[in-house]
């Protein structure tokens, strides 16, 4: 929470840099509003034409699914929750559920419901969003019945999406498990509850721990506050930088050998540029930019290629962001499996999460960069005069035929005799061969490769 606050309130300090274009178009949506329109936080309804024109270019959303794909991400979160299974009064909260979901039925049906790829039916989704509940007289008995069982432990309200790393991390109770960026906590107690139970079932005998590490000392003080609501002796807290987690036991200097992992199971969900979150982060509509995932790939690589360095031979590591851009997912992966050949293999995760349904990665896309355009004041130095710089120009190269062209300040290059190739533009003003590596060696390397 302390962080998003710190970003949001940074954005809006810049509020005065966002696109003209998209400024415009989101005024004539609020005049075109009706007279009794009444407009609330939740609303989501800016326009970011480089966010729409970079998907829409990578081609990973099919074009009969990009209208859906769009009013899903302007729709309120769901809010969402999961009992403790070490709780021993489990069936009961289950029961008190089944009561509320008859008490708010609905004429489009139970507005609780059960996630269906959940084992043991333990995560529940609420059709309407954490505010509404919390705001809505209707729903006071509900609100307070989260409230009392959230504080003693007997649930934890997370989202649906940050369900499913845990889950495909396939834990057991005798794994011997890492976190390398575990605030807030909520998949960290997701992991711990499954190693808590099966140690309380076999008296603590070959059991096997948590550790939960996040580099903020802040949000580590969060992730403690989280998980001591389930009072397990299988946890151990630390604050280190992801990617430089000490080694147990230390690296072989002398035969610089790779020494056995010590953890069975590692879950490196890194930070992001978080476009994923745009339901419960509006504010996201207004500031994405495709420079942010550019800039985190290197941080992501380097914690993911530690994690597998921490990880145990036979084991199992999980990757994941917040983000859908291909340069903080596929882009990582793909360079790990370079880097680690005969080493690491992929393995697809939806076999341990069998009724969740979820889409193969892709393996191709095109590298995109943000335009940087110039100011008047620096075209007229540069002997410019009022160059438009939303153009198309073009150029012989090599005897082929380039085209550069800005498009909703997404620059795309593209040569007549080879495939599409689509890479950063230094400036809009001036043709780029499609031969230039890409500024971010580690995203060049994954073109080559």
């Known amino acids: 929470m302390g ?6 309130r940074n954005n ?28 609330t936080p939740d609303t989501r309804d800016v326009i970011n034409t480089s966010f ?68 043991d039916g333990n995560a529940y989704k609420v059709k309407i969003d954490r505010k509404s509940i919390r705001k809505t007289e209707e729903y006071a008995e509900f609100h307070e019945w989260l409230k009392l069982h ?27 498990c890492l976190d390398t960026c575990a605030a807030p906590g909520s998949k960290t107690t997701q992991l711990l509850e499954v190693v808590t139970k099966g140690g309380r079932e076999f008296d603590g005998k070959g059991a096997g721990y948590v550790v939960a590490n996040d580099a903020n000392t802040d949000r580590a003080y969060m992730l403690v506050h989280q998980c001591r609501r389930l009072s397990s002796p299988y946890l151990m807290v630390t604050t280190h930088q992801g990617q430089s987690f000490p080694s147990c036991p230390p690296v072989n200097t002398e035969t610089k050998t790779r020494t056995p992992g010590l953890f069975d ?22 500031k994405w930019a495709i420079s942010g995932s550019h800039s985190l790939h290197p941080l992501q690589l380097s914690i993911a290629n530690r ?24 882009a990582v992966v793909a360079e790990l499996l370079r880097q680690h050949r005969g080493e690491l293999e992929l393995v697809d995760g939806r076999q341990y999460i069998p009724q969740f349904k979820a889409r193969a990665g892709i393996t191709h896309w095109n590298v995109l960069d ?18 438009d710089v939303d153009t198309t120009v073009a150029a012989d190269t090599n005897g082929e035929k380039t085209e550069a062209s800005i498009v909703d300040d ?36 994954c073109i080559e490769n």
């Open 3 to 8: 962080f998003g606050n710190k970003r949001q």
């Open 265 to 286: 199971r590692v879950l490196c969900d890194v930070p992001c540029s978080g476009d994923g979150t745009m339901r419960k982060n509006p504010v996201i509509w207004e």
């Open 150 to 176: 959230t504080n003693n432990g007997n649930i934890t309200r997370q989202e649906a999406v940050s369900m499913v790393p845990p889950l495909a991390l396939n834990v057991n109770y005798t794994h011997r």
């Open 410 to 445: 997404v620059a795309v290059v593209t040569t007549s005799s080879t495939a599409t190739v689509q890479v950063p533009v230094p400036e809009p003003v001036e043709a780029t061969p499609a031969a230039v590596p890409h500024e971010n060696p580690l995203i060049q390397s």
């Open 12 to 39: 809006n300090r810049n509020d005065n840099n966002r696109n003209k274009t998209d400024r415009d178009r989101n005024t004539e949506i609020k005049d075109n509003r009706p007279s009794n329109y009444y407009e």
């Open 370 to 387: 943000d335009v940087r355009k110039k100011s008047n004041k620096r075209k007229a130095e540069d002997g410019e005069g009022d160059v």
């Open 52 to 119: 729409e024109t970079f998907y829409k270019a990578l081609g990973s959303i099919p074009d009969e699914e990009w209208d859906d794909f769009i009013k899903t991400l302007r729709a309120p979160l769901p809010a969402c929750f999961r009992l403790n299974p070490t709780n021993p009064f489990t069936s009961t909260l289950k029961e008190e559920l089944q009561v509320f979901s008859k008490k708010y039925n609905k004429d489009d049906g139970n507005i609780i419901e059960q996630l269906p790829w959940y084992p």
């Open 307 to 330: 994690g597998f360095q921490m990880l145990e031979i036979g084991g199992l590591l999980v990757y994941s962001t917040c983000s859908m851009s291909p340069y903080e997912d596929e």
